[in-house]
């Protein structure tokens, strides 16, 4: 099974999200997930480590920048499909992908596809900022993610085309992975996205203060602050981040690290 695009107007009416349930926490761990339970089945998220997460669903596992030990996985449902937002290390590692994928289909950028080797490189689909992916019964949207800041502008360059993704289930429910970003205007003008994956850590990110204002605008129903640990003292707080958001959102502090 391959991944097929199409290309499509980034800012089209967006799908009508799906009510859940009160979010429900089956358990606290890396190989325990958290459900959300909605009307259209049950997801059950693995925050793996800092940017890597899987989310099952009843239409099959996505792994998201998959790095570190394969072992980590070991009692996660093996993936059906993955997504790697962009080249850095802990976000993209040849190793755990070719432990893990198994010639299942991976969604990538440009830049990180042409440091794929030949073998992942058939596996692979490149997913650009004007495409839709679709796998089964999925459609992967490319949501940029760059830094704005000007000091920051080199760990993240808006022209090197790294993703986020926004992957929609049938029924409409949204998972938003923002990959390393600020909190640029594509990401506040998100709509209807159930679960949103934010990243915040300095100097390669944002600070929870940034993070927080973004989710305040396009309102997720649930947030998990992820990517948190930075280099030195630009490291956030997720339980001041989670304080600053409104309360139409439910932030989840996940056991990232």
Request: hydrophobic letters at 35%; aromatic letters at 10%.
């Amino acid at each position: 099974m391959t991944l097929s695009r199409r290309h499509v107007l980034m800012g089209s009416a967006a799908l009508t999200g799906t009510a859940f349930l009160p979010f429900q926490l089956k358990a606290a761990g890396h190989s325990s997930g958290d459900i959300v339970i909605t009307d259209r089945g049950t997801v059950t998220i693995y925050p793996v480590g800092h940017a890597s997460f899987a989310m099952e669903t009843d239409w099959g596992t996505v792994y998201v920048d998959p790095v570190g030990e394969a072992q980590a996985y070991e009692n996660i449902p093996e993936p059906n499909l993955i997504l790697v937002t962009h080249e850095h290390g802990d976000h993209y590692s040849e190793d755990v992908l070719l432990a893990l994928s198994n010639g299942v289909p991976i969604g990538v950028n440009q830049a990180t596809y042409d440091k794929f080797s030949d073998t992942l490189k058939e596996r692979a689909t490149v997913i650009t900022h004007d495409q839709t992916a679709t796998f089964r019964d999925f459609t992967i949207d490319a949501i940029p993610a760059y830094n704005i800041t000007e000091d920051r502008l080199n760990f993240h360059p808006r022209d090197r085309g790294d993703n986020g993704y926004v992957v929609t289930l049938p029924g409409g429910f949204r998972m938003y992975a923002s990959g390393d970003t600020e909190d640029i205007p594509e990401m506040r003008a998100l709509e209807n996205i159930d679960v949103a994956f934010v990243c915040m850590n300095l100097p390669f990110t944002m600070d929870a203060e940034a993070a927080a204002s973004a989710v305040n605008e396009f309102a997720p129903r649930v947030c998990y602050p992820y990517h948190y640990r930075g280099r030195d003292d630009g490291t956030q707080d997720p339980t001041e981040f989670a304080q600053m958001v409104s309360e139409a959102t439910k932030t989840h502090l996940g056991n990232w690290y």
